[in-house]
């Protein structure tokens, strides 16, 4: 999968910044752990960082065309991350074309592409992946980034050009950086949301999905290569389902090529599962087997209290299923010591390098991620099917649905989480949260495409998809990128294919709901892969450790920060509120919703120290 940094600025000569420039590249080890390479000219130097998929023996990095420009450098030189998923098919047309290959890898693929068709190479990959291509003809960078934003980029521009990187550390690596937030940023982090372009470090920015950027002389300029559009769906239910199965018996398949181990995560939820049933069919067509991984806690099966959003254990469902398909599972079980071990916490925060989390979820991610990199480099999952396929409560209820905010916020604040409650209100209106979050809602509503003759049910449908496909898909796609290459693992979602995003969105909700069930297509399409109590199992989330003793050690530290004079968050946190979730952890446990805020609370002061963040324009700082 890789990991990608770079600078470019038109007044240095960058051959005599090697040591930044590797400073850079090494700060994407975990992300590629296979090989480093760095390549140098005036205005501009590319850094990588190589985990071997594809091609191990080959594909060295930047990759550097043969054809020469001007000054008889390269014609052009790319660094890359990710996956093309189509380019046998590409590598075959462009070998008609007259292009010559020296290697079997889908990065000399890309390149020879950009040089057949110049920007708008974009258009023809499939696969998920971001990388940053120098054209010495234009003096020119170019950075893409996949259409669902699946693979991450950062940059940050500069009065003479900018910095680039798979993750903020590579760009913060270089003294032209500043880690800063202001009352945006701050805003960002406190609501959980991931506002398409925005960081939470002041002055850099995310390639958005399904968007290009162009550094030149004349400045930095963006361009959208790919959005959700709003089509008549003229299928009927039977076409639909059909349809449905046929992309995801092409799609699973054609993301299942590695020269390395592959495995499929199974959590025994209708996603996974699926995902899981064709990979094992696609494995057992060849006569090899498939390796299946779930996560659980101890004693979680024995003890489980079922709640609204887990009614079942995930355990019995997910040996029910590799039982079925016939594969050779592993139940990683993780304790509340591991979870809470200093050293896995400073881990997963040097991963996200952002102040967002899952609270024990993103631990327990971190923790399986690194058992399964044991046997594997590549994985399956099941990410993104609820939200192409309308999973979440939020597409049934009817308040989260009149909801004139983001639906998950405000199921979040019914239940708890709401970023409001720890600070004191003058922290909390200095910021001017409520009208923050008005305004992303408004401006995320406005890029909703619109269908004329479209019903209220359906309209509000769509808004909801989009919003989910845009606002809360992202986080989740970085949680699992982030955790999987912090251990060098590549996690691969063939739900997030822009083939089946771009049809299942504009199916009707009435055909979506058909039989009542939440996702009924994709059950519909999965009936012959499943066994029955599988294929009617309600949405679990994932799972959650359930052990009042967690919540207890973990609201130490929160307590701490709101006694420690030197805590960043300090001058902003109520007393009286950290004391109310103080006294019920002491009684009982901590709900899921409030058990997020607290990390979530935990994990900003962290950020803030670890990262020594200068809040600048905050109310209350210096």
Avoid at 145 to 152: A, E, I, Q, T
């Amino acid at each position: 999968m890789c990991g990608i940094t770079g600078w470019v600025d038109y007044t240095r000569d960058l051959t005599t910044q090697s040591p930044v420039v590797d400073a850079m590249t090494d700060t994407l080890a975990a992300r590629g752990p296979d090989a480093r390479g760095v390549w140098l000219d005036t205005h501009v130097a590319l850094g990588h960082r190589r985990l071997a998929v594809i091609d191990l023996e080959h594909g060295t990095q930047p990759m550097r065309t043969p054809e020469r420009g001007p000054g008889d450098l390269p014609r052009a030189v790319i660094t890359y991350g990710g996956e093309i998923y189509n380019f046998p098919e590409l590598r075959s047309e462009l070998a008609l074309r007259g292009h010559r290959f020296t290697t079997r890898s889908d990065t000399e693929v890309a390149l020879r592409a950009y040089l057949e068709w110049g920007e708008g190479f974009v258009h023809r990959l499939n696969g998920i992946y971001s990388l940053a291509l120098w054209d010495t003809a234009r003096d020119e960078l170019l950075l893409v980034r996949d259409r669902l934003g699946v693979k991450p980029l950062f940059y940050y521009p500069t009065p003479d050009g900018v910095l680039f990187g798979s993750e903020p550390k590579a760009i913060l690596a270089n003294p032209l950086a500043r880690a800063e937030a202001g009352p945006e940023e701050l805003c960002d982090a406190l609501l959980f949301l991931r506002t398409p372009g925005r960081v939470p470090f002041r002055g850099m920015r995310e390639v958005k999905p399904g968007h290009l950027v162009r550094v030149g002389r004349g400045g930095i300029t963006e361009e959208r290569y790919w959005a959700l559009e709003a089509r008549p769906h003229t299928d009927d239910l039977q076409t639909t389902v059909a349809t449905v199965r046929e992309l995801l018996d092409d799609i699973v398949p054609g993301q299942m090529v590695a020269d390395v181990p592959l495995v499929s995560l199974l959590s025994g939820g209708l996603d996974s599962s699926t995902i899981t049933a064709l990979a094992a069919r696609t494995r057992a067509a060849t006569g090899a087997g498939l390796s299946t991984f779930s996560v659980d806690f101890t004693g979680h099966t024995e003890n489980f209290r079922a709640d609204a959003i887990r009614p079942t254990p995930d355990g019995p469902y997910a040996r029910a299923v590799a039982e079925h398909v016939g594969s050779d599972h592993h139940a990683i079980v993780l304790d509340r010591a591991r979870l809470l071990d200093p050293a896995v916490r400073r881990s997963v925060l040097g991963a996200w390098d952002l102040p967002f989390n899952f609270a024990d979820l993103d631990v327990s991610l971190h923790l399986l991620f690194a058992a399964v990199r044991e046997h594997a480099t590549v994985a399956l999952s099941g990410e993104g099917a609820d939200e192409v396929f309308g999973g979440y409560l939020w597409f049934s209820d009817p308040a989260a649905r009149r909801a004139e905010t983001f639906p998950w916020l405000k199921l979040g604040a019914h239940r708890g989480l709401d970023p409001r409650s720890l600070f004191h209100p003058w922290f909390v209106d200095g910021l001017d949260l409520g009208e923050y979050e008005a305004d992303l809602y408004r401006t995320a509503l406005a890029e909703v495409p619109r269908l004329e003759g479209e019903n209220a049910e359906d309209r509000r449908t769509r808004e909801l998809s989009h919003l989910t496909l845009t606002r809360w898909l992202p986080i989740l796609l970085d949680k699992k990128d982030r955790m999987g290459m912090s251990v060098g693992l590549e996690g691969r979602v063939p739900f997030c294919d822009h083939r089946l995003v771009e049809y299942v969105f504009n199916v009707p909700w009435a055909m979506k709901t058909f039989s009542g069930e939440e996702k009924s297509l994709l059950r519909a399409a999965a009936a012959d892969l499943l066994p029955e109590p599988v294929l009617r199992r309600k949405k679990a989330a994932y799972p959650s450790i359930q052990d009042p003793a967690y919540d207890r050690a973990l609201i130490t530290g929160l307590t701490a920060a709101a006694g420690d004079g030197s805590a960043p968050l300090n001058p902003f946190l109520a007393g009286e509120a950290v004391r109310r979730l103080t006294a019920k952890t002491s009684g009982g446990s901590l709900s899921e919703f409030e058990r997020i805020l607290v990390e979530s609370t935990v994990r900003l002061d962290d950020w803030l120290r670890t990262y020594q963040v200068e809040l600048t324009g905050v109310k209350g700082t210096n």
